[in-house]
Structures are given as structure tokens and as C-alpha cells.
């Protein structure tokens, strides 16, 4: 692409389908002298935001886990942070469930989540919540923790 180069050696985690995960180097594009990859789906956002959850409870870095989002330069799919987060809580344990509401609130302290982002996250998951129920009937007392 025009002004995008690949960088070589970033590192990515990826699923090895046995559940296991991988830490391979690959190349991304990143907007030329930005440094930073580009994200231009939503796809691409939740896959990128599901390896920084990850790699946020496993090394407990919420000032670099929020430095990776805001590196994403997708402010459009941020609603995203907020649903996908919140529903990886409630599949977590409570550490990490609070692990999660920690990232959630540097975010919003940070400013790389807005109130209107937040509540866009919010409004999505409740307009889900019926089908959440039937998969998790703990659902609505599991969002509560987050409202």
C-alpha cells in the first residue's frame, strides 16, 4: 500500500487450534513513520484487542496494555474495547474479571475511551443480553460489576 511499510519482527500471538498460544514474529503494516500497525476492520480490532487482553493478564502492564490500544489508531472500533472486555470478564475469574475493570477505567482516565464509547460498549452488550442469559445465567449480575 501507499504510505505503509511492513515492520519486520513485530510480534503477534497467535492460536495454535489445540487452545495453546504462540508467540510468533510476522510483519504488519504501519503507516509510514508512525511506527504503529493499522487497523481497518473491526475484525482486525478484535482480533488485535483479544491478543492485548491476553497479554494484559498475563503480564499485568495496564500502561502498556493501554499504550497498544491507543496505537491501534482505531478510535471508530473503541465500543469494542468495552464489549469485548466486559464479556471476556465474565468468562475470567475474579482476579481477572478485576484486572479487566482496571484496564477499562485507564482507558477512560486516559482519554482513549470516551463516556460515548463507553456507553456504546455498554448498549451493545445490553442489547445482547437476553442470548448472554441463556449461555450464562449469571450474565446481569456480571455486568453489574461493571455499571
Sequence with gaps: DVGRRAVPGTRRWISKGDGDMQLVVSELAVPEGS????????????????????????GFDASE?????????APQFHFQVVKRGVLRAMD???RERELIAILLSCLHER?????????????????????????????????????
Design 65 to 73: 496494555a493501554c499504550r497498544c490500544v491507543l496505537e491501534l489508531q
Design 92 to 94: 475470567e475469574a475474579d
Design 111 to 147: 482519554g482513549t475511551l470516551t463516556a460515548e464509547q463507553v456507553a456504546a460498549g455498554f448498549r451493545a452488550i445490553l442489547a445482547d443480553l437476553d442470548d448472554l442469559t441463556i449461555d450464562m445465567p449469571t450474565a446481569t449480575p456480571l455486568l453489574a460489576h461493571f455499571l
Design 35 to 58: 511506527g504503529a500497525p493499522v487497523v481497518e476492520t473491526v475484525e482486525g480490532f478484535k482480533q488485535a484487542f483479544d491478543l492485548i487482553v491476553d497479554e494484559y493478564l498475563n
